[in-house]
């Protein structure tokens, strides 16, 4: 799971993200079963397997969620991190380079939402046709990955929420304000606060650049603070990227996690962070 985090304010689009991804494994208890034979009514007792639900098997701390999409819009994905074998950070980095190659251009973010979807989708049948199945057998509201793709139509900051299942759904955010996917639990408990307290609920049409970075992180980091606490696997987890989207200056880091590590206080020469 994840948790992606957009905010819309008047100087600019904030997009966050974790880092931490889940395995899930798929195991089997072998037990002793009780059986009815249909043939003589009498009870047996035969060894058989029994499926258990998947569950978390291992995470990893350095996911890349959070990336640039050709140079002015911020890209948040959650939902699955592999298909048809690549991740969706090297997955997008193809279709960027292939955008490229042909030499093609968006006006805006709806028309570069729309591709991603496209092309994600694309990548989500190659997958199921691997597991032996179609797009064509999902049901309609089962969705296996999603993305915010936020930057601007015109001058208009806009999040545009992409599902992909057995369509591709947009949903675009147009209004100043944040927009979540994920693991929402906690958002939705402190948004809750909101409605019993509506003093409380945040400006956001007269918040700052900082203040924007600063909500997004404390949805996050409050997640992670609560996961930690609690008595199930943490999902939200790992380094905050942070980016900032405008549209004079296209897309920004504002905080990104290094690849590399410091060790001893001294960084290699050869060593490259971004």
């Known amino acids: 799971m994840t948790l992606i985090v957009s905010l819309r304010i008047p100087d600019g689009i904030v997009i966050a993200g974790d880092s931490l991804s889940t395995m899930v494994g798929q195991g089997q208890l072998e037990a002793a079963i009780g059986v009815t034979c249909p043939d003589c009514g009498?009870?047996?007792?035969?060894?058989?397997?029994?499926?258990?639900?998947?569950?978390?098997?291992?995470?990893?701390?350095?996911?890349?969620?959070?990336?640039?999409?050709?140079g002015k819009f911020g890209v948040g994905t959650f939902g699955v991190g592999l298909l048809a074998g690549k991740?969706?950070?090297?997955?997008?980095?193809?279709?960027?380079?292939?955008l490229k190659k042909s030499k093609a251009s968006f006006k805006g973010v709806t028309e570069a939402a729309q591709k991603?979807?496209?092309?994600?989708?694309?990548?989500?049948?190659?997958?199921l046709q691997l597991e032996n199945t179609s797009v064509d057998a999902l049901p309609e509201d089962q969705f296996h990955i999603g993305f915010h793709v936020v930057g601007y139509d015109d001058a208009k900051p806009k999040t545009v929420e992409v599902y992909v299942g057995k369509e591709v759904r947009p949903r675009v955010q147009e209004e100043l304000g944040c927009t979540y996917s994920g693991n929402g639990e906690v958002v939705?408990?402190?948004?809750?606060?909101?409605?019993?307290?509506?003093?409380?609920?945040?400006p956001y049409q007269v918040f700052s650049l900082q203040d924007a970075i600063d909500y997004a992180e404390f949805l996050i980091r409050t997640t992670i603070a609560h996961q930690r606490f609690s008595q199930t696997i943490p999902n939200v987890g790992g380094d905050i990227d942070i980016a900032l989207v405008t549209p004079f200056d296209g897309f920004r880091w504002i905080r990104q996690k290094p690849l590399g590590k410091v060790l001893e206080g001294k960084q290699d020469e050869t060593d490259s962070s971004y």
């Open 42 to 70: 009498h009870q047996h007792e035969i060894q058989g397997k029994l499926p258990m639900p998947p569950v978390a098997a291992t995470t990893f701390s350095y996911a890349q969620k959070v990336f640039p999409f050709c």
């Open 87 to 98: 991740s969706i950070y090297f997955a997008m980095r193809l279709i960027e380079q292939q």
């Open 116 to 127: 991603i979807g496209d092309e994600i989708h694309n990548l989500l049948k190659e997958q």
């Open 188 to 202: 939705q408990a402190v948004w809750g606060l909101y409605k019993t307290h509506p003093e409380s609920q945040p």
